[in-house]
């Protein structure tokens, strides 16, 4: 069983058809990325995972071996899928340690446990008192959810754009939080296009996303070449038109 | 490692005495702040537990020495030597302290 498999995702948003036959396994114990250029659409697998209301799904998605994709939101969250916001919300009015009370209330007393841990490890018990999210930097904010992740102990964190608006020292540390974070109950999917948090992690596999599909899966290496040679040498290498760079479709992708 | 001390509901204003592998410790409630230090005194046996809080410090019940509830510091005589002080968490209304496991003192 894996952490996460997902097998013929298509997603539709309106009436574009921007997932058209994902399948992708995550294992237990192992750390993947998922890159792809803009408008690829990286955040709507994100989004069509964890249920974000106007995308219409079909295919499966499991998640520690059961299926979420008819399931709402909180239930998904429950059944063991984590998801790590490009930026995170602001929740004026709630702090984040009436929020892990809250965890623990339906995740039992090992939500606590567990949170106090990562709030030594986080070098966070200043963030506790504080409102979730608000006013919090960058990369406070990315430690916070770090803090939330280790509470909940999920089957899978897929953590979207973890690294955007992060200077090298955030980018860093929340790598090394992602790190400290792995083990043999927990797998990660690492969605980025940057390469450069990718130094600080231990990847097992590359999934490269384009114009809908999984085209290329590779070691680290394929990162490396695409760090060097950009979306480009793909392209021509698997004799894909590059459709998506096309003005009027990045912009439908935003 | 992560030892769950007690509920923060269940603790009064004042001192508690707990234990903790092997670790004597006494929590103190102020407000709903928790500090955490060795409950026994450094000068002869007595349980700082059950001594009289005053600001961040308390007097020993049996010769009067005070303790700094942060640095476990004594700043009165016959105490000379610090007790030790535990590093608290207090998460989702639970009292944690990271310990390790000490030999019983016969």
Known sequence: MNALSVAGLRVTFGTREILKGVDLDVPFGELHVLMGPNGSGKSTFCHALMGRPGYETTGSALVGGADVLSLPVHERARAGLFEGFQYPVEVPGVTLDELISEMALVGGPGVAERAAEAVRSLDAAEFLPRMVNVGLSGGEKKRSEMLQLAALAPHVAILDEIDSGLDVDAVREVAEAVEAMRGPELGVLVITHYTRILRYLTVDKVHVLMQGAIVATGGRELADRLDAGGYDVLRRELGITAEGASGGDFLAGL | ?106
């Not at chain 2, 102020?30 to 230090?37: F, G, H, L, M, S």
């Open chain 2, 1 to 106: 490692m992560n030892v769950r001390l007690a509920a923060l509901a269940d603790l009064p204003q004042g001192g508690t005495k707990v234990e903790a592998l092997g670790h004597r410790i006494a929590l103190f409630r102020i407000e709903d702040d928790v500090y955490a230090i060795g409950d026994r005194c450094s000068h002869a046996e007595a349980s700082l537990s059950e001594g009289e809080v005053f600001d961040l410090e308390v007097e020993c019940p049996r010769h009067g020495s005070s303790f700094d509830l942060q640095t476990g510091e004594p700043h009165t005589f016959p105490a000379t030597q610090p007790v030790p002080v535990y590093e608290i968490t207090v998460v989702g209304g639970i009292v944690f302290a990271d310990l390790e496991p000490i030999e019983e003192e016969s």
